[in-house]
């Protein structure tokens, strides 16, 4: 079996390895490091939890390190680009891991903090630079970097860049990135236009493929329940009973909704925070590290932390909302069964989701097993309020029946210990849509309303 040190890594990078819970090199980091070490372009396809950030961070960083000087003044030699600020922390956290005891230098700059304080960072310069492509951009207009030098390029999560409209500026920063230089792709999903990036800023590239794109890891369980949108947080609160201490990560669309659940969910007793775009950096900074060290049980959270957040202790994903993008579901459920261990994916869906989660499981080549409830008819789902309605009603036949069918049997719910049952009955509805009250005991109660 291949070791890292078979890859001909710097004993540098070897030592600090030891010091890692990486012990032998995954598919992606063994077939991916050796191409970029001879110094070919690359592009490198892979699951979400399988090391793609090892995979390109070990060899660009051997490569640096035989450098032996430091970089000028405002210069760059390596460019890593990601969509999140989360990711970006995460990219910086691990490339330091590797070069402690190094003389390599690793500086982030993204969104929501400080320009002067980034731009200070960057005065002398910095070996590895790991950056949102708008804040980066700010930061070159200003003078504060130059990319003259930069010699190695990294796109990082590069179909979510798409994603979220970063071609542009991509196109932009490119400009100021010699041609001559290395550069490397890597992704979990292979849209139509990742081919183009390829094509456009890649010279001859090796392609590292691991398994197919958007093919979701093995290890995670997955289901799904047809459920009205305004039951969906009480079945969302008798899964999280069945794993009290284990963590869950809760997806919603939209950041207003995400945190409005997060408050509800407080309100039950849930040790529960939240992420969205409306949080500060040193919120979103805070509240992960909270999770991280296991002071809160559930994050919600928006697709913002869909990509590359890796907190192994993760072992249960729901999707309270269905993404509109079906890759977004890989992502998200790719959040547990990291590194190999095992993990549960359940997703809700409403009448309104029916064409959202046909187009998952059109992606996945295969049928979410169904949990509880029954695929919504044609005529609710035409009935089904759209976005900017209320979507929190039931709908006028239960469970998603026509009339007069045979109504579905007694839900089951979730097993003990967080695995979902494999029947297909559907939960209990409850009825409306509700939000806590409050009464003489303090207890949420009374009428019902949608959180989310």
């Not at 078979?6 to 991916?32: H, R, V, Y």
């Amino acid at each position: 079996m291949t070791t890292f040190a078979d890859l001909g890594l710097s004993p540098s990078l070897l030592k600090a390895l030891e010091k890692t819970n990486l012990k032998m090199p995954t598919p992606i980091q063994a077939q991916a490091i050796p191409h970029i070490m001879q110094g070919r372009d690359l592009m490198g396809l892979a699951q979400t939890g399988t090391g793609k950030t090892a995979a390109f961070g070990l060899p660009l960083l051997h490569r640096l390190l035989d450098l032996g000087h430091p970089p000028g003044p405002k210069n760059v030699r390596a460019l890593i680009l990601a969509p999140t600020r989360e990711l970006i922390a995460q990219i910086k956290a691990n490339l330091e891991t590797f070069t402690k005891g190094t003389a390599v230098k690793v500086t982030m700059v993204v969104g929501g903090a400080s320009l002067f304080k980034q731009a200070q960072a960057l005065s002398k310069g910095t070996d590895v630079l790991v950056a949102t492509p708008g804040r980066l951009i700010d930061l070159l207009e200003r003078g504060d970097v130059s990319l003259e030098k930069c010699a190695y390029l990294v796109l990082d999560e590069a179909d979510h860049m798409l994603d979220m409209g970063f071609i542009h500026s991509l196109r932009k920063i490119a400009k100021h990135i010699p041609l001559k230089r290395q550069t490397m792709l890597f992704s979990a999903t292979m849209p139509k236009d990742i081919s183009e990036i390829a094509d456009t800023y890649l010279r001859d590239p090796i392609r590292v493929q691991v398994a197919p794109p958007g093919k979701p890891i093995e290890k995670i369980v997955q289901g799904v329940h047809f459920i009205p949108n305004g039951d969906k947080a009480r079945l969302l609160e008798t899964y999280l009973k069945t794993h009290v201490g284990e963590q869950a990560l809760v997806f919603g669309r939209t950041k207003h909704g995400s945190e409005k659940l997060c408050k509800l969910l407080a309100t039950w007793g849930f040790k529960v925070g939240s992420i969205h775009g409306n949080k500060s950096q040193n919120q979103r900074d805070r509240t992960l590290t909270e999770f991280r060290t296991g002071e809160l049980d559930v994050l919600v959270a928006t697709d913002v932390a869909a990509r590359g957040i890796d907190i192994p202790t993760v072992r249960h994903v729901y999707n309270f909302d269905l993404p509109n993008v079906a890759e977004n579901y890989v992502h998200r459920i790719g959040r547990t069964a990291r590194a190999g261990a095992e993990g549960t994916a359940v997703a809700f869906c409403a009448p309104v989701e029916m064409g959202e989660l046909q187009a998952i499981e059109k992606l996945l080549k295969k049928p979410i097993p169904v949990l509880g409830g029954a695929p919504w008819a044609a005529d609710i789902v035409a009935a089904a309020p759209k976005p900017g309605q209320n979507r929190g009603q039931r709908p006028a036949h239960k469970g998603g029946q026509k009339p007069g069918a045979k109504p579905p049997a007694k839900a089951t719910g979730p097993r003990p210990g967080g695995h979902p049952a494999r029947s297909a009955a559907p939960a209990k509805p409850m009825g409306g849509t509700f939000t806590p009250r409050r009464q003489e005991s303090g207890k949420p109660g009374g009428s019902q309303r949608r959180p989310a």
